[in-house]
């Protein structure tokens, strides 16, 4: 049993539009969740962080988390071509990431 | 948020042969971790690289095969030993801060002979 699920891609969406991605964990103590972005060829970069339930917003991100659903997700507003990647969802309830497989977004111009 | 370098960028080995890489970070951090993401694939951790003893590793991984160093809070080496093809991958270090996220190296693209 995987423990971070995230829906399956690719995604495409036009620019400019919203790109939805959602994550689901089994783990119900898990305490802190992340979003990396990875581009192709490179290493994981850090998007958004969020521990508690409810909306985070960082510039064209937000984050949104249900701890009873144990559900995550990530919302990227006025989608552009450079966030075009692979979206990792990742939770940890002590020091350790788990990873999902990732969900690869592609954003049409 | 540190930075994190990470070498060999990439490196072709042959089989059998060991591939050390090395993991600095420019601040002191609480902890370093080393990861693997084969093809295709999400990251897998391998082992959480604990200071002046023996690294914790995960489920699947052993110490003879991916010995793992870490002499102070700043650098961390991995080793593959005995590698073979089943080895090709990128392998990534992470460090984190005290109530920090982590944040990941440049990643060592090792490919098989």
């Known amino acids: 049993q995987k423990e971070v699920e995230q829906n399956s891609g690719p995604l495409s969406v036009p620019e400019g539009a919203i790109a939805s991605l959602n994550c689901t964990y089994s783990d119900r103590v898990s305490q802190s969740f992340f979003w990396y972005r990875q581009y192709s060829g490179k290493s994981p970069e850090l998007i958004m962080s969020?521990?508690?339930?409810g909306d985070k917003e960082d510039g064209r991100f937000t984050a949104q988390l249900n701890k009873a659903s144990q559900y995550v997700s990530l919302l990227i507003r006025d989608s552009q071509p450079s966030d075009s990647a692979t979206y990792l969802c990742a939770v940890s309830n002590d020091y350790k990431l788990s990873f999902g497989a990732g969900t690869t977004v592609t954003v049409r111009a | 948020s540190a930075v994190i370098s990470q070498k060999p960028s990439r490196d072709i080995c042959q089989r059998g042969t060991s591939l050390t890489i090395q993991c600095q970070v420019d601040?002191?951090?609480?902890?370093m971790f080393w990861y693997r993401q084969q093809p295709g694939q999400s990251l897998t951790l391998i082992a959480t690289?604990?200071?002046?003893?023996?690294?914790?590793?995960e489920s699947g991984f052993v110490i003879d095969k991916f010995p793992i160093s870490r002499p102070n809070l700043t650098f961390s080496t991995l080793t593959v030993s005995n590698l073979s093809p089943e080895d090709s991958s990128i392998y990534l270090c992470?460090?984190?801060?005290?109530?920090?996220?982590?944040?990941f190296g440049d990643g060592t693209r090792l490919s098989i002979l």
């Open positions: 992470s460090a984190q801060g005290p109530n920090q996220p982590q944040h």
């Open positions: 690289a604990n200071q002046g003893s023996e690294a914790t590793y």
């Open positions: 601040s002191q951090v609480t902890m």
């Open positions: 969020i521990y508690s339930n």
